[in-house]
């Protein structure tokens, strides 16, 4: 059977992101877990995980 | 040290950690940070070893039950999508650097990095900074 090549322009397009578009989405994923962090109790402070970073034991 | 390029950036663990979590002195440090990362035009570096510290504060925080492995999970999720070029350092440089201003060879090779591709070194801890000046007042 042969095949049958589609013309390009069928199907689903894929669109390319901009280098903004992914910079927002990165921004936007921060900030979800920045808000998740500050709703705990105790919320984790840069210090505290810089700390825990920058042991090596 | 050339002049610095001014959309080269080097980001280290704590400057990166700073857009993520609470300030315990309330800074305006990691809003600094996040406006660097939203650039488009900014071109972000870091050393191997970023991953290593991510890795270890991940692993320390759920020793703690600082963390719970959804968050780690979504903690590495961002860690994937930042628009970071991470690159080996040169081993050579790294311990020169790390000798000649007394520093350890983990800040050395955020120093290195900066070095080799003439970027400011974006970072919190006092003396990465200290050290990254040194190397800016006194070349080679």
Redesign the interface.
Known sequence: MKNIKRPKTQGKQKTKK???Q??????K??E???Q???KKEN????????R?????D | MPELLTNQYVLDASALLSTLYKDERESKHGQIITAIIKNPKNRLFCPSIIRYEFGNNLRTSLKNGRLSFPEAKAFIKVFLKWPLKIFEVDLHTTLHLAIKYNTTYYDASYLSLSYAKNAQLISIDKNLIRAFSSVQNNPS
């Open positions: 901009t280098e903004a992914k910079r927002k989405e990165v921004i994923l921060m979800e877990f920045r998740m962090n500050l919320p984790i402070t840069w210090q505290e995980a810089y825990y970073a920058r042991t090596f």
